[in-house]
Every structure is written in C-alpha cells, then in structure tokens.
C-alpha cells in the first residue's frame, strides 16, 4: 500500500540540521537533507528547522498536509548547561522548624559549578507558611528584584503533600515569571535531590520557552497541521507541551536519537548501539527490546533525569594515529576535524605522490607524536577511517567509503615505518583504536547481562565503518552497520515512540497504588497524541528504594507497517535455530499469536538442569525477545487470569531475598506485555489482568515466564 504521509525526523546539532522523511506506513527512508544549524540566525535554530523541512518536501514531492508525525531532537539544553548560558532561578523554600533548616540549606545549590569559574546564578527566599498570599507574593517580587527570571517552590515530603508547594506556586503568579514546584519534575523522595533536579530544570526553562514558540509558530506558518514532537533523553519523544514544562527531559538526548534509530529501525532486541563520528563513539545498550536508561549525572551530581546510559569514547572515524618507537602507540583523542586536516584516504593517488610519514602536534597542548603525511597535495592525516577502507572494512555505498587503492596508499608510508605491510598496518591501527571501544563495550555487556550468545554490535553514525566491522571480528560477536547509518538520528527522531516515565516511591505498595502509578503513565501518554490502542506500559517495583516506575510508550498514529518483506515460517524459523545456536531440526514451534512465534529447543546439561531458552520471532522476522530458560502456556483471555494464578503460584520463588514471583511476558494479538518488572506476586496478576481488561474472552494468550533464583 502506498501512501503520501511522512514522518518527518530532524536533528540539530552543532554543526548541521539533518532532516529525513520516512513514509509514514511502510518506514522507508525517502529522502534526506542537510542545512547549517542556524545558531546566529534571529530565530535560532528555527529558522534552520524550517528551512530544512521545506527542503526536504521540495526533494519528496509531498506537502506540509502530508506531514503525519513531526519531531525534533535538539542539544540546546545540553548546550546551555555546557556553556553556562542557563537563567537566575528564584527558590522559594517553605517550612517551619527542622523543616526550615532543611530548605535554608538549599541556597547552597547557588554554589554548583556551571564551568569553570562559573556557577548557577540562584537566589533564594523563605515562607514560613504557604497559605499566606501576601508573605508568598513579597518572596516572590523580592526574587524578581535580584535578578530571578523563573521561580521554583520546595518544601520537604511535597511528594506525599504537595499543598504546599501548590498554594506557593498559586500566590507567587503575580511577579509574572514562569513558576514550577519541585514535585511536579520529579515525585521521589530526596529533598537535596528533587531540588536540584527542578532548579536546574527552570534554569533552561525560560530559553527553551522562548525557542519553542519560535518552532512552533514556524512550523504552523510553514503550513504543518501535525502537532511538533520533541527528542527526549530516554529515547523517546513528548510533546511541545511536555517540553515547556520539562525542557530538562531533553537534556542529553543527541545520543538518544541514534539508539532510538537503531531500536525501530534495525529491530535490535539484545545488543549494543555504537554512533560513531569523527571524534567520538557513543556507546549504549538495548537489553530486551528497550533502551538501557539510568539516572543522570548533571553539573557533576546524580539527578532524577532518567536518560540514556550512554558512554562516550573518544575514538571516531576522523581519530588520528599516534606512533613512537616504531609502533603505534596509539588512536586520538585527537581528530583530523579538530586538527584541520583532510582525511588521506579521500584525497587522490596524485595528491598522495612522494608522500613522507613525520609527526606533529596538531594543538599546542598536544604531543608531538600523531602521524600525518607531508605529499604532494599537501598534509593530510591518517585516521581509523582511513585504515578501514585500506583493509577492505568499509562496505560498498558506505558514507565513510574511500578509494581502497588511495587508502592503500596513505598507509603504505606507516606500514614502512612499522617494518610490516600494509594490511598489517592498517590492522594494527584499527586494534589499538578499537581496544578503548571495547573495553567500553566489554562492561556494558557486563553491566547488563546480555546474553553474549545473541547480543549484537550494531553501528551509526558517519564513522560507523572505522570501528563496527573491525571491533565485531575481534570481539567475536556478531555485527552489522545500521541501514542510512550518516542519518540514524534523524531516522530514529522520526520513528521514536512517545514516551512517559512515572516515578512515585511508595513504601508497601499495594497493587491498587501500583496500578494507578499504571494507569497515571499510560494516561500521559495518550494526553500527548499517542493512540490509545497502542500503548504499552511496563511496571517495575523496586522493594529496596520502594520505587514504582511505570514507562508507557506508543505511536501518535497505529502504524500499519506493511512492509513489502514479511519473513515466511522458514526465515522465521533459520532465525530462531541460528540465534538458539542449534539446527533447525532442534528447535519446535512453542505457541503463536497473529504477530509472533515462540520458538524452543532444549539444552541438557551434564551437572546441571535441562534448560528451555525460547526466541520470539515477530512477522518481519526479528527476535523481539530472548529468554534463557522459559516455560511457555497458551491459554485463552476467558481462563487467563485462572492459569496465570496458578503458574505464578507454581513458579514463584522464596528464600531469604524474599519473595520472587516469575518474569512474565504475555503475547496479546500485536503486543508484548512485559509484566517482568514485579516481584511480589499479587500485583504482577493484578497488573497482568489490567492488560487482558477490554479484551475478546476467546483471543489467545501466549504466557511466557522465566523462573527466578
């Protein structure tokens, strides 16, 4: 079926804007463009993002109405904070006794370095009581006349009364600034915390305010009738409107958008993400189908900002090689883009005549030791994309694709200096730039159990060829570059699933709290154009911190996705057998819905017990879920409830940790629900009963449950 809607992804970073258009039902890429990022513009980066979209329409043939869905990601906030450029915030503490103290220790947020020299212009007043207007007003005006240009109210245990900080928020309206309380960023207990995380929330908020409104009366001028979706750092997308409240949540999220981009598009359902540049590699995790997120680290502090956990390497394709000694020694940090200098392995084979390897200290604090080439055609620098495509790792069409025989060439001088040739050369110098990515992705692989028997390597990014390829032949795992890999961030803003997180802590949380934070995240989530028969919801109780979080996901529109490739039950089963390391003749077909299949084998042990790891294959083809050691039922919704009880009964586990119910997973018509994130085992069935509410008595229910230990 063809159609001319169009998902629109644009992703403004330093440099450049890049905009792409993905047709909104079968998600293929149809075009893509790339516009300077206008930072000194009178509109700022709107202007850029317009011009972009209108570029990008004028290469697709389509019109501003053809436009379905509409997104941006944006490092403006990170920038901010990077450089200092953030408003005076106004706290307004309340209490009364210890509860005072505890508030008048705040101040001292005024005190966290922004940069160096520089820290986070605050001023702070007191209320004694909330409910006196008048009180609240003159702290209120008092703030205003030192310079604040956006208020926070504070008060301790707000999270479990949050009057307080309401009546303040309600009074202190007539100094005319933006206003919000700390509650409303973050419900977790943490005083200290919560504080910090909504000052520094308001000390974005007012110059994202304002380029908000900037993008979206541009983009209305501009004839776009779709609402404007915004990046978050969790690697989904929320509304304008959730942004003026929260611009914290985009904190962050540029390496967001590449995972994102891989998770949609690739379909990666265990394994780790690199987005390789010229400098750097981002390196995150996909665990399960989902995005590995933590809480972040902001101004040197933990916050509660939960956002990608992503590690930064500084190796990318532009890095260049360090040799002494007659070896090399080592890649980066240093890039020939930082250095100013051409790649050697797009220049010409004239450019590179009587070329000579010498050294040189490309920055005045550098060390005199990275290698260049003084030719013909001038200085040129020897980078990791250049020894990629010299050792035959960049593939055809690639974005980082070279002239092997010109890569040859710009090698062959360092390969003289090491005493080898130049395969060996090139090989050295892609080992010693992949050994700091590894090292990296060795302990996120750790850090997250993935399974080393499906976990994949997967790249994006420009650079994606300098490092993927080489690192997955020395890793042994298994590895590939991300289809449009120069554009997996615009591709992944487009594609991105809107998202909402809710945090409350709730000491002994009874299934009714549990579900209501449920129910509280899903109901975000459609209030921000998600379509309500899509959303899926997945609940995780923590009983140490007595944290219920519930994170809600789900498409502005229900994508049909009908695609011109849907894998046959051959495909889906030579995927199944190669993922479970066996022949197909091993591996039996468990259970079916109309949009997967539950593949099984069986793994005896000598010592130990005969393990069932199962696949979920989708109707494309792709592994949705890895489960090491499952017991799988299919059941009907009628008897759902009653065969769920009696297998969490039969499975549930006890013994000085506690009570530890199975990880359930349940397969309802195109879903997963992933009721795995609860351990006591009243709730995960009053959970699972919420997800079979609404639905046909007679639809099948597939029940996959992973025993704990």
């Known amino acids: ?392 790792r960049v593939p055809e069409g690639d974005f980082a694709r070279s002239d092997q025989a010109v890569a040859r060439a710009a090698v062959a001088p360092l390969a003289a200096a090491l005493g080898v040739d130049v395969a060996s050369a090139a090989a050295r110098l892609l080992d010693v730039g992949t050994a700091h990515v590894k090292k990296v992705v060795d302990a996120m692989i750790r850090d997250y159990r993935l399974d080393q028997d499906t976990a994949l390597l997967v790249g994006g990014g420009g650079g994606a060829a300098s490092v993927t390829p080489h690192l997955a032949e020395v890793s042994g795992l298994e590895g590939r570059i991300a289809r449009h890999s120069e554009v997996i961030s615009p591709i992944g803003v487009a594609l991105a699933l809107v998202r909402e997180q809710i945090e409350r802590t709730i000491p002994g949380a009874g299934q009714e709290q549990i579900l209501a934070v449920r129910a509280e995240a899903e109901a975000a989530v459609i209030a921000q154009g998600a379509a309500a028969d899509g959303v899926e919801v997945e609940v995780t109780v923590d009983p140490q911190t007595s944290t219920v979080r519930a994170v809600a996901t789900g498409a502005t529109e229900l994508r049909t996705q009908d695609r011109a490739h849907r894998a046959d039950e051959a495909e889906r089963l030579r995927t199944a057998a190669a993922s479970l390391k066996t022949d197909p003749s091993q591996v039996t077909v468990l259970a079916r819905t109309t949009a997967h299949t539950v593949y099984g084998t069986e793994v005896r042990r000598t010592l130990r017990a005969t393990r069932h790891p199962v696949r979920i294959v989708d109707a494309d083809g792709v592994i949705r879920l890895h489960v090491p050691d499952a017991r799988v039922e299919t059941t009907r919704v009628a008897d759902a409830p009653e065969v769920l009880a009696k297998l969490v009964r039969e499975t549930t586990s006890y013994g000085d940790g506690g009570v530890r119910a199975p990880a359930v997973r349940l397969l309802l018509g195109s879903r997963i629900a992933d009721l795995s994130g609860v351990l006591d085992p009243e709730p995960l069935l009053a959970l699972a009963r919420s997800e079979l509410d609404a639905r046909a008595a007679e639809e099948p229910v597939v029940a996959v449950l992973e025993v704990r230990t």
């Open 1 to 392: 079926m063809t159609t001319h809607r169009i998902r629109v992804g644009i992703d403004v970073g330093g440099t450049f804007t890049d905009a792409v258009a993905v047709d909104a039902t079968t998600l293929e890429l149809l075009g893509q463009v790339k516009v300077p990022t206008s930072h000194h513009h009178e509109d700022g980066v709107a202007h850029g993002i317009v011009e972009a979209l209108s570029r990008l329409l004028a290469e697709t043939g389509r019109a501003p109405e053809d436009v379905a869905f509409l997104a941006h990601g944006t490092t403006q906030a990170t920038n901010a904070l990077l450089e200092g450029d953030v408003a005076t915030v106004g706290l307004i503490g309340i209490g009364t006794g210890p509860a005072a103290a505890l508030t008048r220790r705040l101040a001292a947020l005024g005190r966290l370095q922004l940069t160096p020299g520089k820290s986070l212009p605050l001023a702070y007043a007191h209320v004694t009581d909330p409910d006196d207007a008048a009180a609240v007003g003159r702290a209120a005006d008092t703030l205003a006349r030192e310079g604040a240009q956006v208020l926070v109210a504070t008060e301790p245990f707000s999270v479990d009364r949050p009057e307080g900080e309401q009546a303040v928020v309600a009074a202190a309206r007539s100094a005319g600034l933006p206003l919000t309380a700390a509650h409303e960023i973050t419900s977790l207990y943490g005083l200290r915390k919560r504080t910090r995380t909504a000052v520094v929330n308001a000390a974005i908020l007012p110059r994202m305010l304002a380029t908000a409104d900037l993008v979206d009366s541009s983009i209305t001028k501009a004839g776009v009738g779709s609402p404007l979706m915004v990046m978050r750092c969790d690697g989904g997308v929320m509304s304008l409107d959730e942004m003026r409240r929260r611009p914290l949540l985009t904190v962050l999220s540029g390496p967001a958008a590449g995972v994102a981009g891989a998770l949609m598009q690739e379909r990666i359902s265990e394994g780790v993400f690199l987005e390789t540049g010229g400098t750097s590699t981002d390196i995150s995790v996909v665990r399960r189908g989902k995005v590995a997120v933590q809480h972040a680290t902001i101004l040197g502090k933990k916050s509660y900002l939960n956002a990608l956990d992503v590690r930064t390497v500084g190796v990318g394709g532009g890095s260049m090689v360090r040799i002494g000694g007659g070896k090399v020694t080592g890649v980066g940090p240093r890039s020939a883009h930082i250095a100013g200098l051409p790649y050697a392995c797009f220049a010409t084979l004239d450019d590179l005549r009587d070329a000579q390897l010498t050294t040189v200290r490309p920055m005045a604090d550098d060390p005199q030791d990275y290698a260049v080439l003084d030719a013909a055609g001038g200085r040129f620098a020897l980078t990791m994309t250049c020894a990629a495509n010299a050792a035959g």
